[in-house]
RNA sequence: GCAGCAGUCUGUUCUGUCGCUCCGGCUCAGGCCGGUGAGGAAAGUCGGGACAACACAGGGCGCCAUACUUCCUAACAGGAAGGGCUCGCCGCAAGGCGGGUACAGCAAGUGCCACAGAAAAUUACCGCCCCGCAUUUGCGGGGUAAGGGUGAAAACGUGAGGUAAGAGCUCACGCGGCGCAGUGGCAACACGGCGCCGGGGUAAACCUUAUGGGUUGAAAGGCCAUGUAUAUUGCGGUUUCCGGCUGUAGCCGGAAGAUGGUUGCCCGCCGAAAUCCUCCCUGCUGCCCGACUGCAAUCACGGUGGCGGGGAUACUAAGGAUACCGCAAGGGGUAGGCCGUUAGAGCUGUAUCGUGAGGUGCAGCCCGGAUAAAUGACAGAAGUUGGCUUGCAAAAGCCGAUCACAGAAUCCCGCUUACAGGACUGCUGCCUUU
RNA sequence: UGCGGGGUGGAGCAGUGGUAGCUCGUUGGGCUCAUAACCCAAAGGUCGGUGGUUCGAAUCCGCCCCCCGCUA
């Protein structure tokens, strides 16, 4: 019965501490700092995602019990229609929600705040699961970048 | 029943789990509860408005747009009804039905009409006819536009008269145009009558006529925060003359009137802005002292205004100071918030008026408001549809389709374009049954 | 959001109602021992699409598609 497993799947996902909700104080908004981002941040590529993300270091912008920002987007060059970019987009921003506890517990235990962008390449129209993977595998590189980082 | 044409409407539903936007309520807070949430095209940005800022006495020219009539509308290049023209089908015909239509004027002027052709608009190559000279085919002058050929298009058509040959030159019938009055119609127009005329096409060629049009768009605009921009620099100016009143400081009227403004140009018109007179110390008092956020932005310091007190200095409009007005130049910085912003030419139902587009009345309802931009993801079920299997059929089972076009960005009315499937209406044709 | 410009052989561009052209490139031939240059010749175009106006449309008009640019 597949509904009975993607319920218990849900449902186990529910007992971790963090709560799946995706606020607005999780986005990205502030103009200047996705300037900053852009400009500086650090980039890599989880196909079909490219990926660029800045930590933060003083608490000069983002408020101190939000360990990131978020920010997803297609290029109009790819997708024309505004269906299109528009449902890639809600898949990442729900791949992303339905994962994120772990970047950022990571996050909270080295004391860090990021800001960070998924950008979709792909000219083809994802599949959710798939999407889903790539952006769990994603995470887990963030999160293995951010702790060699603190390391080193 | 099928096909074609034209038009109208609709365009997936339910359940569970986890989420998002906005609104309301509760909570010290994390958060919780309730409600709410894409389209017929939200698209293209092609018309037109609302709204906003700036501008604006008025007239002429220019520029842009529109173009059968009447009506609808806030308005439109939109729509409705009607008329003309045209195409298709049916019919012997009269006519009927359906589709299309940028449909004012070339008979106001100017331009253009390749090639061909004599000539593309004051035509004359061949031809026909007359006269003169040669008397042989021909040459010169004139008349003519019926015939020939060219072309997309050749100077009303047919017949008769007429003539040297011919020609609307004349006549009959017909076709078309203009004018006049008549009948029907609100009108476009139709019908028949009289008179005159026969002028090719092209205005999606310039143009003419009529009508309409201020410019810029929510990145409008308002408030707040930040910043040295009310910065700074240059030029010019904050008047002159006349008359009257009169308290001699001004007031009233007229003329002139810089830089300028008025839609691109011209005329014309508009067009005038100001106060003060040193500095220091001190008391009381009012205001400012972060928009947003937040339960809360206070006090103090500092700044500034008012009313006082004290001290020093100066002695009166020559001048000085600041301020203001217009034009030109002008490097950089801020990149945030709130309002505008969603109760509206609104939706639903109903009655009524109208052929119709639509109008009016009554009742009920509140129905997205985001801003790197919410309206979603997953699972299951139903529906639709395609394929396969079973079955005479009805139907049943399995597999598939992330199930048409497509996502609000100030709002509204139209137009245009995209659109799986489904429903309905009208007309035409064919077939079947009665 | 509001607006502007463009689409013509393989490439870059002319052509504003009357037979679609130029330069480079391509192909064939010549010249040369050979290549380049040079000379001669040839091929190659639904003029973005679709309707309309006109005797006639790349050109004029309507609608649609695509590309580029400006506006914070």
Known sequence: MPSVAGEVRLQT????????????TERLCHRSLIGELFD????FFEFPFKII???????????AEIPA??????????????????????LMREAYRLNKAELYTALQ???KQLVLV???TNREMPEYRQAERKI?????????????????
């Open 40 to 43: 500086k941040g650090v980039s």
């Open 69 to 90: 920002q978020v920010l997803f987007t297609v290029p109009k060059r790819n997708h024309k229609k505004a269906v299109a970019r528009n449902r890639i987009k809600r």
């Open 53 to 63: 993300y800045l930590q933060l270091d003083a608490k000069d912008s983002l408020a």
């Open 118 to 120: 998924f950008i979709y």
């Open 109 to 111: 235990s080295e004391n």
């Open 136 to 152: 769990k595998q994603a995470i887990h590189r963030l999160i293995h970048d951010i702790t060699k980082k603190t390391s080193s």
């Open 13 to 24: 996902m529910q007992t971790d501490m963090l709560p799946l909700t995706f606020k607005k």
